[in-house]
């Protein structure tokens, strides 16, 4: 081996022990579902590595899966307060809090959670600024369209009244009492002991995380049509974001982007598609489609959620009419209005 040779070795050697050092910047990244969740190993973690990539390593998240630094609801104080560095936030769980964001709660907006979920950044981003001011928002990403199961056949909307449901979010949970039902709203970790202790009767989740949080066993009915999204949030502590230097800054922002989003909720999208077929295989579960009549007594009934919706938002000095116009522009500019 020549001096050339031993030389270039050496400086391989010294860069990757300098690369193995401890990153510059540690950030703490704090979600609820279990570590093993696809919004962890398919979302989060492959986001997470691009970070540490792009910044040569200078900036490294470590993330806390399963409420370890905090309760679901309370995930965006904890970013606002710097509990946590980034939060991952359901705006949902916090009934009239977000207002303007919970349009995308409501039934037949969106038809899926790729392109959707790069719709709803490109339309929320500027609005954020106000909502969302006391935090910097990163991220969206909704499940795949999710939908109702239950111990008992629902199957049009007069089958909710009577029943005890546990909603996906604030917007859920006015429609089920629209309907008569009864709302038991519990975050979804604590979903499956809704259901197993006879709280509730049914609940709205997508469809692979009824067995990712071992609920198949307890649910064996199914609306089978896309009905609801659920979109959560990456969001950033203020204060965290404004000290970085200004190159980890450009790499945080390379992140935060539509495009970003829309790469963020594929895989989880995917993953929860999978649930359906999953149940059509197993010939354990019941799936209902219904016909074009009952879907259109579904979008009827889900109507009044819309009108209210305009309401808040005109109650918080915004304009409903033309926020709306902007979300639909951006749900059919990316091919995913419903």
Known sequence: MNRKTVAALAASISMSAFAAQAAEVELRLSHWVPATHPIQSLGIEPWAESIKQASNGRINITIFPAQQLGAAPDHYDMARDGIVD???????YQAG???????????????????GAKALHE?????????????????????????IHSKTPI????????????PAHATMARFVS???????????PEAREAIAKGTADAMTFPWNSIYIFGIDSEVKYHL???????????????DTYNGLAPEDKAVIDDHCTPEWSQKFSTGWADNEYSGR????DSGEHTLYEPTAEEVQLWRDAAQPLLDSWKADVTKVG?????????????????????
């Not at 980034?86 to 949902?92: C, E, H, K, L, Q």
């Not at 809090?97 to 392109?115: D, H």
């Not at 304009?319 to 209005?337: T, V």
């Open 178 to 188: 629209q309907l008569g039902g009864a709302s038991v709203q519990v975050p979804a």
């Open 277 to 280: 077929q999953k149940m059509i």
């Open 318 to 338: 915004a304009d409903p009419e033309k926020i709306y116009a902007d979300f639909i522009a951006a749900l059919e500019r990316n091919n995913s209005r419903y």
């Open 155 to 166: 199957n049009v909307p007069a089958d909710v009244r009577g029943k005890n449901i546990r």
């Open 97 to 115: 809090r977000f207002p303007i964001y919970s349009i995308a709660e409501i039934p037949f907006q969106a038809t899926n959670a790729k392109e």
């Open 86 to 92: 980034i939060s991952y936030t359901n705006p949902g």
């Open 224 to 238: 089978d049509m896309p009905f609801y999204l659920s979109a959560q949030m990456l969001l950033f502590n203020k």
């Open 123 to 147: 339309w929320y981003d500027p609005i954020a600024e106000t909502e969302m001011s006391d935090v910097m928002f990163c991220l969206i990403n909704p499940h795949d369209p999710g939908t």
